[in-house]
């Protein structure tokens, strides 16, 4: 019996070499200023690199973006960063930031987006600290204010305008994949056997959601996905958003929805995605219909007897109410997703409320993984047994690494060397949530085909800051302080993690992206012309696969940026104001009693207000203190 995991018998072509990449950008809050910088970094090396093509001595193959995925900040990144790729106004640029020093970007719609836009406090636009959504007398929706996402969103895609080029480093169908966490869910059943019949059996309610896109003017290098180009995906076009004025409110009012267009439910899907669970309000997400949940495809080793019949779709269970039993088998065994999905039942629209798609799947890798199989489940060629045939790999970019659960707890403050002591049920309490997270975004998979080290086809970038003697720093982000938040507190903290992600990204491509000089795509890259400055530091003289030219200037590293007791005392008295309206505001709307209700309101006046500012100047004031970012004067 053949092996079903073994690497199909691929024979190489004597065609153009293409590698194929696909990102993966998971979560950060307002880390995502990191992300953010290593994708300008990239699409600027890849940008010069397109510059340069036909000149003497510069690599004949090519690299190719194919599909992105993304979590959170990181959907945020992705779907900004598409844009800003093709905006007219793309082009490096330099700013002096107070504290940080200069600071290069070459996407400035995607700078504008994470670096000068969201704050905590600001005296020109709407602050995650103001208090506009809350003297509208609304509905609380969250504890910050979250009209200032929407009203960034509106700032940023504003007047835009497409070059008329098209980028031959990304696919002309580039995928893009935003987690949610989708608090209806959607059912699935495991059958079993009963009197010799399946039954429903095993129920489950799945909350692990996704919409997919694909942009279609944007690259120009035509590819194929065995796995993605089947699933259902909304088209997007670059070109529209010329035309399409997108408005807060469009983003914001669910009623609005039905006439807003394909970029405002875009932006809408990918902030739903970073809506951070309490802090920022949930979204109304409508893209998805009944047919992208019957003709979904999952990243799943699925039997080959199975994905000959469905490809690799699971059955979802629908109410009866919008689609008969009958009717759902016909059209699971639609093969075709075209024709399945021209079914005027397969157009209903099942919305949803999401938050954070970090929740459940805060790095979602294998669905970029799945989407440049060449023949999935099967993994692609990607160690030196096969080195005629290593073209694609999974590059992620992750602010905030997962630390090994057991690890954490014992780096922990408080972390209990008693016996039994963390079976106390306050203790037991506290890491219920922090379990449930780390259960469900186990991938034991993936760790599987990730433990030969020699495989060529994935790839980290996480934050990296040196100091004077060149030795790692203990704290490389700036906005790492308060859970990830601490970014919204300056915008220097943010200008330093774009940076510093511009030199982390660089170092990259520069010294560990880079194949064996006998593989094919570089050997085929590199014939012909001089190899001198695109090897790599490694001994193994392996090559750079996105070649970093002389004239790409490597990003300086920037300033640790300082706050001190100013900046603090602004923060808080603003949260403060907040608070004041935002507390009696929940306790008007909790279920309580009037006396209830008025007892609560006294206490927060009287004590809980004072109480709070202290508790917040004293937290902020540690944590800054303890990654040495505070001012002592």
């Not at 970007?105 to 670096?115: D, F, I």
């Not at 995650?128 to 200032?148: F, H």
């Not at 991938?443 to 020699?454: N, T």
């Not at 774009?498 to 491509?509: E, I």
Request: hydrophobic share 45%; proline share 6%; glycine share 6%.
């Amino acid at each position: 019996m053949s092996d079903p995991l073994a690497v199909p018998a691929i024979q190489p072509q004597e065609t153009e070499a293409v590698f194929q990449l696909g990102l993966t950008m998971a979560g950060a809050i307002s880390a995502g200023a990191y992300t953010a910088g290593v994708f300008d970094c990239l699409i600027a090396a890849l940008e010069l690199w397109q510059q340069k093509r036909g000149q003497a001595n510069v690599p004949k193959h090519k690299v190719v973006i194919s599909v992105i995925s993304g979590a959170s900040a990181g959907s945020i990144v992705g779907a900004v960063g598409v844009a800003a790729t093709a905006d007219r106004k793309a082009g490096l640029q330099h700013k002096q930031v107070p504290q940080v020093g200069q600071v290069s970007y070459t996407l400035p719609m995607l700078y504008q987006a994470w670096v000068r836009l969201p704050a905590f406090l600001s005296e020109t636009q709407q602050a995650l600290l103001g208090l506009d959504d809350l003297m509208a007398k609304a509905p609380l929706v969250s504890v910050l204010n979250s009209a200032a996402l929407a009203d960034i969103v509106e700032q940023c895609f504003a007047n835009y305008q497409k070059t008329a080029e098209r980028k031959a480093y990304f696919s002309s169908s580039l995928h893009l994949f935003f987690t949610h966490s989708n608090l209806r869910g959607v059912g699935y059943s495991v059958p079993f056997t009963a009197g010799g019949q399946l039954k429903t059996g095993y129920a489950m309610t799945n909350h692990a959601d996704r919409t997919h896109f694909v942009v279609t003017d944007l690259g120009s290098t035509n590819l194929t996905s065995v796995w993605a180009d089947p699933d259902p995906a909304i088209p997007m076009q670059l070109q529209w958003l010329e035309t399409e004025k997108i408005t807060a409110k469009d983003i914001l009012d669910p009623s609005q929805d039905y006439k807003t267009g394909p970029w405002a439910k875009f932006a809408g899907a990918a902030l739903a995605s970073g809506s951070f669970p309490a802090a920022l309000a949930a979204r109304y997400v409508s893209v998805n219909t009944l047919g992208h949940y019957v003709a979904r495809q999952w990243p799943l080793q699925f039997p080959e007897s199975y994905r000959a019949k469905y490809n690799f779709r699971l059955m979802p269970l629908l109410p009866s109410q919008l689609i008969s039993p009958e009717k759902l088998a016909t059209l699971f065994t639609e093969k075709n997703t075209a024709t399945l999905m021209s079914d005027p039942v397969a157009a209903v629209t099942l919305p949803y409320t999401a938050v954070d798609g970090g929740m459940f799947n805060n790095e979602p890798f294998e669905l970029t993984r799945f989407s440049l199989m060449k023949n999935p489940p099967k993994p692609n060629p990607r160690d030196e047994k096969f080195a005629a045939l290593v073209a694609r790999a999974v590059v992620m970019i992750d602010p905030f690494p997962p630390q090994h659960a057991q690890e954490a707890k014992e780096t922990a403050d408080g972390a209990s060397t008693e016996p039994f002591a963390d079976a106390l049920l306050l203790k037991v309490i506290k890491a219920l949530i922090p379990a449930f997270l780390n259960q469900s975004r186990c991938k034991f998979d993936e760790l599987v085909a990730a433990y030969d080290e020699q495989v060529y086809s994935r790839y980290l970038i996480s934050p990296s800051r040196k100091n004077a003697a060149g030795q790692a720093e203990e704290h490389a982000l700036a906005s790492g302080l308060v859970g990830g938040f601490g970014g919204f507190l300056a915008e220097a903290f943010r200008a330093h993690d774009y940076q510093l992600g511009r030199l982390n990204c660089y170092h990259f491509l520069k010294h560990h992206f880079s194949l064996p000089a006998d593989y094919e795509v570089v050997r085929q890259g590199y014939a012909e012309i001089s190899r001198e400055g695109f090897y790599t530091d490694s001994t193994e003289k392996e090559l750079q696969i996105i070649p970093i030219f002389s004239d790409f200037p490597e990003p300086r590293q920037p300033d640790w940026p300082l706050v001190g007791a100013t900046e603090l005392n602004a923060l808080v008295d603003a949260a403060a104001k907040r608070a004041d309206l935002l507390v009696p505001a929940l306790i008007k709307e909790s279920e309580p009693k009037f006396f209830m209700k008025l007892a609560a309101t006294l206490i927060w006046k009287l004590w809980g207000k004072k109480k709070l500012k202290t508790a917040l100047y004293k937290i902020l004031e540690t944590d800054l203190k303890e990654r040495t970012q505070w001012r002592s004067s």
